[in-house]
C-alpha cells in the first residue's frame, strides 16, 4: 500500500527515502531504518505500531532532529529537518523531567531554551498546568507525583511549545493500566480541541486504532514501513471511548494489526517453516 | 484490660515522646558516649599513669586551652593551610572530576594519577615536599589540597557520569545549546554528589592538616601535640586532640547540613526508589 492515500489535507511531514544504519555492539551494522517513505498530513494523528526493534523510535528521533542518518531527506513544511527546531516537540517514555526543578519550572523549560522571557514562561506554563489537570501542583517536584502525573507535566512541557509537529515516544508505556487509558482520553480530548500534527509511537494495537487516523505498521531488521493501515472510525473520539471500542470497525482493524503483527514475529522465527 | 483486645478501630495514639526519641539518632550517640567516657575515666584512674589522663583531667584542659591564647593562634596558623588548600581543592577539583566525568577520553589520561592519589600513603609525600617547596605555607597548603582533592574530582566525576542521558536529549529536543545543557542539566544534576564529595575532602582535608604540622614542620596544632608530648602534658595533648576532632565535626557537619539544603530533591529521589 502506498503512502499517500492520504489525500485529504496537504503533507506537513514529507520523508523520502529514509536509511539509518549503526554499528551494533559486535562491531556489526544494524540497519535501523532502509528506505522508509511517508508523508504526515496537516493536524493528522499519526500513530507507529511495530514490534521491538524495528526502528519506530529511531524514525522518531531522526524527524525530531536529535540523530543524524544516513540517507533519505525528512522535510517539516518544505524545510529540511537539520537539528531541533521549535516547530516539533517531544513527549519521552520516561517522562525525562528534571527531579531537582518544580512542576511549573519542568513545563517551562523548553520555552526557556528558547528565550522566552520568565513572566511570559510561567504565565503559558501556569495555563498548560491547567489544561492537563495539575492545577495546584505547581511547586512539587517529579518524584513526589505518581507516573501518570509525571508524563501529564512531560505532555504539558511539549505543549507549551505551542509545536506544529507533537512527537510522542510511547508515552503511555511506562504507566499502569488505568492510568493510560485515562491519559489518551485525555490526550484525544485536548488533540480534539487544539488540532496539530502528532506522530505517536506505541506498541499497544488498541492504542494505535484508538489515536490514530492512520496506523503506520512497522517490520524489523531492517525497520521498513510494512504497511499504512487507514482508521476510519469517527471523531470526535474522547466523548465515549467504551462504545468506540465495542464497535465492528475497532475490532476489525485491531484483530487485523494483530494479524499482521504475528506474522512479522513469526517470519523471524527460525524453526517455523514459511506456508 | 479487655479495651486492649476490642476488635474495631481505635483511638489514634498519642505521639509517644519515648517513641520519638528511640527514632532519633541523638539518644544513641549520647549513651555510647556517656559508656565510653565511664570507661575511660575508670582506666585511666586505675592504670593510667602519667600518660593517660583521665577523662575529666581531658575536658579541664581542653577547657583551659579553650581560654589560651596560645591555642587560638595555633588554630588560626593551622587553618590558613585548611582554608587555603581545601579552597584550592574545591576550585580545581569540581571543574576537573565534571570535565572527567564527560569526556571520557581526557579521563583515560586521568584515571592513573587518580588511582595514585587515591591509594598513595600521603605521608610520604611530605619529605618531596620539603626538599621541593620548603618549610613554609606553601608546603602545608599543598599538602592539604592533595589529601583532599581526590574525594572531589572523583565525586564531582561520578556525579556527571550518573545524569541521566535521556534528561540530556529531552534538554537538546527543546533546543538547549551546549552551555544551557551544562548550567540546566549536568551541574544540577550532578550537585549531589559534589557535595558529598566536598564533605568527603573536608575530613581528608583536616587530616592533611593535621600530619603535615605533625611530620614536616612542627608549627600550629600539630606543633602543640608535639610540644605537650615533649613536656608529658598529658592532659593538654589529649586537649588538643579533641579540639581537632571537634572541628573535624563541624566542618563536617556543616557540609552535611549544605548537602541537605542543596539536594532536597536527590534524598526525596532514593527514599522513593529505596521504598
Redesign the interface.
Known sequence: MGSDDYGKERALIEIRGLGKSFVGQDNETVEALRDVNLDVGENEFLTVLGPSGCGKTTLLKTI???IPWNDGDIRIDGTPVRG???D???V?Q?F?L????TVLDNVA??L???GVGRAEREERARSLIAMVGLSGFETK?P??LSGGMQQRVGLA?ALA?RPRVLLMDEPFGAVDEQTRRLLQEELLSIWEEHRMTVVFITHSMEEAVLLGDRVVLMSARPGRISEIVPVPLERPRSSDVGALERSGQYVEITAYLWDRLRDMHEEHRPSKVAG | MTAAFRAGPRPARRPDVLRRLAGASLPYQLLTFTVFAAGWELYARGWGGLLIPTFTETVAATVELLGSAELWRAMYVSNQALVLGFGIAVVVGVPAGIVLGRFRLLERFADVYLNILLVTPMAAIIPLLMMSVGFGLASRVILVTIFSIVMVVVNSRTGVRQVDPSLIEMARSFGASERQIWTRVLLPGALPAIMTGIRLGVGRAVTGMVIVELLMVSTALGGLILEYRGLFKAPLLYGTIVIILAEALLLISVARWGERRLTRWAQTTTARNAR
Open positions: 525530531a532532529g536529535l531541533p527546531g521549535p516539533r516537540s517531544m519521552f520516561n525525562a528534571l527531579p531537582w526543578a523549560f523548553g526557556r531554551m528558547r517536584r518524584g513526589e512541557r511549545m
